[in-house]
């Protein structure tokens, strides 16, 4: 079956420790990538996308992402977390065939520890 | 508006009360998405318009869910005779034309069925 799938409910890091959030995706083609982070009570904001190219891609507040095809996975890292980086993240994926509708995983809490 | 805009806020409903919840997109946005987000979750898919045309209603959980665009450009969503599993964040998004491009969310309407 199609998916999208964040294996990590809940994480804490350290302020100014290195982060990566899985995300690995069940479809048949590659498909479109995407992180978006929402902050308690805000919308979604988009982090970064993937459509092609370079698999290493950078996005805002300093977050970078890698598409591994062999893994089927797109995880997202920062090198050094601040505390204002405690939200909840999502991996969200787009069918090429069908861009209109994206389908999101069920996020991964981010906490800091001071 | 600068961004997409959803009203109201928030609402508490009676269950079986009926609601409107409603979407202002970015100006110029063709691409009108509304998506459900339960507590602790991600968001779900409910419909997609492109101008006034409904292409994609696959999400919408039953038939008291009705959405409308009549006229491409605000957007509203219906939920009739409100259950208590109705209750969850809706977010409401738009996309400007062209495959690929990025979705923009506004900060969603926070529906309690009590």
């Known amino acids: 079956a199609q998916s999208v799938t964040q294996p990590d409910i809940h994480i804490t890091v350290s302020e100014g420790a290195s982060l990566e959030l899985r995300c690995n995706y069940s479809y048949g083609a590659t498909p479109y990538l995407f992180w978006y982070v929402q902050s308690p009570g805000q919308g979604l904001q988009l982090l970064l996308k993937y459509f092609s190219g370079d698999t290493l891609v950078q996005g805002i507040k300093g977050f970078e992402a890698e598409f591994k095809r062999s893994q089927s996975s797109f995880n997202l890292r920062k090198p050094s977390v601040h505390w204002s980086d405690a939200a909840e993240y999502f991996c969200a994926v787009a069918l090429r065939s069908s861009a209109s509708k994206i389908i999101f995983g069920s996020g991964t809490r981010l906490s800091i520890r001071p | 508006g600068a961004g997409v805009s959803q009203s109201p806020r928030y609402k508490v409903a009676k269950r079986g009360q009926d609601v409107a919840l409603r979407c202002d997109p970015i100006s110029g946005h063709v691409s009108l998405f509304w998506y459900q987000q339960a507590l602790g979750q991600g968001p779900e898919f409910l419909t997609y318009f492109q101008n006034e045309a409904q292409l994609d209603k696959s999400g919408l959980p039953s038939d008291r869910f009705f959405a409308e665009r009549p006229e491409g450009s605000v957007s509203t969503l219906k939920i009739q005779r409100t259950q208590q599993e109705d209750s969850a964040v809706y977010l409401c998004?738009?996309?400007?034309?062209?495959?690929?491009?990025?979705?923009?969310f506004g900060e969603g309407s926070w529906l309690t069925v009590v």
């Open positions: 998004a738009s996309k400007p034309p062209g495959t690929g491009n990025t979705i923009y």
